[in-house]
């Protein structure tokens, strides 16, 4: 089963995106860069609870 997970920007704290993982496989939180609207340019987005 595939568990909804929310990114958050590692610099202005925005939640910008939503995802889908398999966390019964990754016990370690998602960081992957995207874009952020807010700080106009490519961040690290972090997973968040």
Known sequence: M???IILACNDC?????SS???KETSS???EIKKYCSTC???T???ETK
């Open 28 to 30: 370690e939180r998602v």
């Open 20 to 22: 889908e993982s398999n």
């Open 40 to 42: 106009n340019a490519h």
């Open 44 to 46: 690290i987005h972090k």
């Open 2 to 4: 595939r568990k909804k």
């Open 13 to 17: 704290s925005s939640r910008n995106y």
